[in-house]
Structures are given as C-alpha cells and as structure tokens.
C-alpha cells in the first residue's frame, strides 16, 4: 500500500531502492505517527472534515493502535511502503471509508516532519534524564574525593596541582554547558509543522493553533515554507547537541583510560568491570571506557554527514532527506548506553589517595612557592627567577600544601553553584507540561 498509488505499478528494483531502510526506521515513528494524527483528526473535526460522530470512533482506534506500539506489537507489513500507510491501512481495515478521512489536509511531508519532531522531542528527553544521572555521579565524586590531589598537567608536562574534586566536577560543568545545547535543540524541535502539507500550505481552512496546543509544541513553524526546511536543520542542530555531550563523555574516557595506565596509577576498576588479554595474564584493560571514547567519537561526526547530506539543497522537499533518519535515529539510544554505563561506573572508580608522595611530582607546587615570595613582597618576575634557580641547583624542596581559596579552586570548587547552573537549565525545558499534554491526548 502507497498512499500516493495512483494505480501504476512500479519497477521492483526502483521501489526497492526508493524505499530503502524506510520501514525500519518507521518503527521509530510509530507511537508520533500516531499522536499525530490524534491531534490532526481532532482539529479536522472543528472545520467539518470529520463529523462529530466519527471523532470517538477514530481515536478510540487509533488509541488502540498506540497501545499496540507501546506494547512492542505493532509491525509495517510487507508490501506496505511506511508508518503513515500501515496506521492509515489499519484504520480502514476496521473502520471503512472512515479511516480514509485522515490523510485530508495533510501531506507525507508534513506528516513524517511532525513524527520526527515530535520523536526528536521525546529521545531529547530521555537524553537529558541519562545525562542528569551522570551529572549527579559526577557532583557526588567531586564531593567525596575534593581533598584528594592529583597532577594537572599542560602539554602532558607535570604542571600545577589539581585534585579529583576539581576533575570530577569539571566534567560535571561540562554537561552543564552541554545541557544548554540540548535546550535549544529541544526548543527548536518543539514547533509544530503540521498543516504546512507539502510545504505550501492548504486549501482547507486549517486550525494549525488548535493542533499545536493538543500536541504540546511550544509554538509554531509559521511560515509553511520553512517549516519543509525545518526538515534536516532540526536534526543537524540536535547533533551538534549529542555531538557536544559526546566530545565530554570522550574526554572524560580517554582521562580514565590514561589515568589507568600503569605509567600514572591515578585510579583503577575492579577486576569484574575489566577484560583481560588471551595471552597476557596481567592486563587489566579498560575496555568500557575505550568504547564510550569510540562511540562518542562516532556521534561526534554526525553533525558532519548531515551537513554534508543537505548541502546545496534549495527550498522544498527532496528525497535525499530519507537518510536522515538512518543517520540520527539510531545516535540517541547509542548515545543514552555512554552516558548510562559511564554513569554506572563512577562510584565503581578505586582512587589512589597518594598519589602525590611520589618525588616525580614535587614540581607541581613551583607556583605555589613563587606565590609566597610575591605575597612576602618579592615583585613576581623576580620570585620566578629564584624558584626556577633552585630547581635548576636542585634546592627545590617545596611545603607540599595546597591553599587555593578563589571561586573553582580546589579549595572553593563551587560544586553547589554548579548544580545550580544544571538544576536551572534544566527547568526550563518544561518537560512536564508536554508530557502532561500528550496524555490528555490520548484520554
């Protein structure tokens, strides 16, 4: 079933290709296809398209068919082309000429562009849940082991002194700012284009208002036109989103994978969240967190093949925006197994707490020890002369005591400051609302 079939049969080897992986990644946009056309029916029967009579009876189905998508149950048959034939296919087969009524004033276009945003919405969702869970991991660490100092190194050269606290939490700002990202991808995903048709509008005396406010958009994609370009910018901009959580959960891996690593002994992992080699008995390898860095390396080249993908494309719908969905659809859940299992194992980490007995570090604390003869009076270039003089003797023998008080420092890390900047971010995607509204919907 085709819903542009005209009765003209089509090359087996050309439907093939045309239809590609669609189906497969329909099943993505089964239980959207279906609040969709909830809200379009609903608005249809305020302008007279659907009689008042007719409205119980299609939702009362098409609740059921959410239902069967929610339950795992709901498949696109063979022969049926994607979501939209298959959830139409299924209300004619139990409802008649009814069921045929729904498609009035849409088209394929605006109808796949609301699924995708309305699915965007809700993978934006779960994103943010996963990445508030490591948030919290991440805070909670910092908290434990803030006294705890580490190297900080510049150019992979021992530098300043640093602590875990400081680590962890830079890590947890980092989703913060990350966050916000996720906010404007959501914002911009949260605008109705139903009712643009193929992208210029509709005959029918469309309530686009009405259908906005039963699926819980926050506003509208006015002008029809670009509505249709809203197809690919929203995905592209929702991956630079993921692409910006991802460059922090890769930094964050490649930190562990190093600090690991016999050679600096910062932290290690329990035996059982390890593998080992088949033919050297002593490895203990960080497997995990070599597969978030791959991984998140991975979703960090998604923003590049979708621009790639709509580059020079001119206004209007094309078909090349199909491999869109084979690109992003998939990222989100691969994306949430990162953030989750990296969550998981924060509290699993086993930090050495001594690591700055070793003699290799004592260079850590030189600007520490210039900063006292600049406090005791000495002009700044001429205490950096004198400490670098005794290192250079081998005088050096520094106070290995850490007082940095100013705001993020290791001693004032500013952890409640930034769950502050996290928790407030987080408010403001109104999630609650939205998902309160869907509900309503389907009653």
Partial sequence: MKLWDKGTSVNEWIERFTVGRDREMDLYLAEFDVLGTIAHITMLETIGLIGKDELPVLKKELVAIYNEVKAGNFVIEDGIEDVHSQVELMLTRKLGDIGKKVHSGRSRNDQVLVDCKLFIRSEIQKTVES???LFDALIEQSEKYKSVLIPGYTHLQVAMPSSFGLWFGAYAESLADDLLLLQTAYRIANQNPLGSAAGYGSSFPLNRTLTTQLLGFDDLSYNVVYAQMGRGKTEKITAFALSSVAATLSRMAMDICLYMSQNFA?????????????IMPHKKNPDV?????????????????????????PSGYFRDMQILKEIIFPAFAELRDCIDIAAFMMDKLKINQNILDDERYKYLFSVDELNKLVL??????????????DINEGKFNPEKKVEHTH???????CNDKIRDKFVRCLGEFGFEKTNETIDQLLK
């Fill in 131 to 133: 990445v508030n869970h």
């Fill in 266 to 278: 910062f932290l290690g992992l329990p035996d059982e969240f390890t593998t080992g080699s088949s």
């Fill in 289 to 313: 967190f070599e597969l978030i860095r791959a991984k998140s390396n991975k979703v960090q080249a998604l923003p590049n093949d979708l621009t790639l993908m709509l580059a020079n494309l």
């Fill in 376 to 389: 005791q009076g000495v002009p700044f270039r001429d205490a950096y002369k004198i400490v670098g003089k």
């Fill in 407 to 413: 705001e993020g420092s290791i001693g004032n890390l």
